[in-house]
């Protein structure tokens, strides 16, 4: 008797998922979706060729990262771009490790065998490439000249506001409605926002220097299209009910928002502020990975099932012009509050920025020179002390009011229960009025240090090396004139709440 093909026995195993009828059991997290018991497997890989594949990759990626070690090239890099990934990679770890959850409350979530399977090697996937990150930053933190920064990163992420962005970002991958996890993460950010992250961003680490990222991230994106497959799957199986589309539709436009608001706003920053060298603008890379082949190609395909590309999309077409060079220069306002140093804009990045994004001078140059002229401590001044008032934080995306452009906020202020919130949108405070209650929760983050010494609020974040007295942040690259807290104390400046004040 000739025995069956393993992939045989795959197929008939996950017909053994049966229910019985003397008990009801609610489901762990109920959805008001309707979800087909049957649909089509994604993964279709056997876990041992699984294991195997991943095992070797593995092997590949710690290969490349002991040769950066062996070749000292962690220093050959632009200090410039390694500052980035000091908030940088903190920050995709995290979406890592949500997504490990989101794939477990998948699977304790959909009664549908087939897509469990899929879920299942998600979720090995993400624990895999949360393991990659980890050791990437042990590789700068071993490495790099400058470790501040990488030694607490994950601690001093959490007390930042790209801490909060990122968490405002990634936490819908495991909470809310089963569905909405599933389009969150496997069809928009999968889908619409992995490729500009982990292939096109490893491009400027490249050309900046950095061997190591791009090792890491083009291992983790060997991976991606499986999620992507995933997040299909789910979609086309709840399109077998029309009752599904308008909640589907709903899904599709509030998370495309908000990941538009995050993921353009922190690839955008990292690829062109922390850059020497810049191999594109950011707004082309949206329009080849976001417009052309999410929305021209993967929603294209769906309009036959009722689903249409969102309905924001001129939005974000508009706000991706200007919103990561707003956001840039209100982090190097802001910059005492950093645990990484930003390098001023000169001339020719000014040339650059021009080029590509006309007007870019008149609006955001004057911003930078006075950055640059204030960046030494003798100057006395920070760039937060000429704001009329520090831009409050959206309470829906985190990121800051100032979008699409910091001289031309659409920043609307919401009263709810005596309480003010600040949505720094149209399309965030759509968001919030669907469900207040998911964001009035959290404080806004100048609330927390509302009154205090700005010297105290770095002390109080940790955010000092370990001297004691040197801030990890500087508005510079030049070890020789670093700020202290001391520097920072006699300024005698205040942190304000602005939606207090």
């Not at 599933?182 to 490729?195: D, I, P, Q, R």
């Not at 908000?258 to 993921?263: D, F, K, T």
């Not at 003010?420 to 209650?437: D, K």
């Amino acid at each position: 008797m000739v025995a069956p093909k393993l992939e045989t026995v795959h197929e008939k195993s996950k017909r053994y998922d049966w229910g019985f009828d003397y008990a009801k059991p609610d489901p762990k997290f109920p959805s008001r979706y309707i979800i087909p018991p049957k649909g089509k497997d994604p993964f279709r890989v056997m876990m041992r060729g699984y294991a195997a594949m991943e095992s070797e990759k593995d092997n590949r990626v710690y290969g490349a990262l002991d040769s950066n070690v062996r070749f000292r090239n962690a220093n050959l890099a632009e200090p410039r771009f390694m500052e980035a990934m000091k908030f940088a990679v903190p920050a995709f770890t995290d979406a890592e490790y949500q997504a490990v959850c989101g794939a477990g409350f998948l699977i304790s979530s959909v009664k549908n065998q087939e897509l469990r399977q899929g879920y299942a090697g998600q979720m090995l996937d993400e624990v895999r490439h949360t393991q990659l990150e980890v050791a990437l930053r042990k590789y700068y933190l071993k490495n790099y000249h400058d470790p501040a920064g990488f030694d607490i990163g994950q601690q001093a992420l959490g007390n930042h506001p790209v801490g909060t962005l990122a968490r405002a970002s990634f936490q819908p991958f495991n909470t809310g409605d089963p569905i909405e996890v599933s389009m969150c993460l496997g069809v928009v950010l999968e889908t619409a926002y992995t490729n500009p992250l982990v292939v096109a961003l490893p491009q400027v680490a490249t050309v900046n220097g950095d061997q190591a990222m791009p090792s890491t991230f083009l291992s983790i994106q060997s991976d991606e299209s499986r999620h992507m497959a995933n997040g299909y799957s789910t979609l086309m199986a709840c399109l077998e009910a029309t009752e599904n589309v308008p909640f589907l539709q709903e899904a599709l436009e509030r998370h495309f928002w908000h990941q538009h608001q995050s993921m353009d706003t922190l690839v955008g920053v990292v690829a062109e502020y922390y850059a020497v060298n810049r191999p594109w603008a950011y707004k082309d890379v949206w329009e080849e990975w976001v417009v052309d082949d999410f929305v021209g190609s993967y929603m294209s395909r769906l309009a036959p099932y009722g689903l249409r590309p969102p309905d924001r999309l001129p939005d974000v077409a508009r706000f991706v012009n200007d919103m990561h060079h707003s956001v840039a220069i209100a982090l190097a306002a802001i910059w005492p509050l950093n645990f990484w140093r930003i390098d001023p804009m000169g001339p020719t990045d000014y040339e650059w920025f021009e080029k590509h994004y006309p007007g870019w001078t008149e609006r955001y140059g004057g911003l930078w020179d006075a950055y640059r002229a204030m960046s030494d401590p003798s100057s006395g001044r920070l760039l937060m002390q000429e704001l009329p008032a520090l831009p409050p934080f959206c309470q829906v995306c985190h990121v800051p009011c100032v979008m699409p452009r910091i001289d031309a906020p659409e920043t609307r202020i919401l009263d709810r229960d005596g309480k003010r919130y600040a949505v720094c949108s149209e399309g965030c405070e759509w968001i919030f009025r669907l469900n207040p209650t998911i964001y009035t929760g959290c404080a806004n983050w100048w609330e927390r240090f509302d009154g205090m010494d700005l010297a105290d609020v770095i002390l109080a974040l940790g955010y000092v090396r370990p001297d004691g007295k040197t801030l990890m942040g500087q508005p510079h690259l030049n070890p020789d004139r670093m700020w202290t807290i001391d520097d920072i104390r006699r300024l005698e400046y205040e942190v304000k709440d602005p939606l207090r004040v």
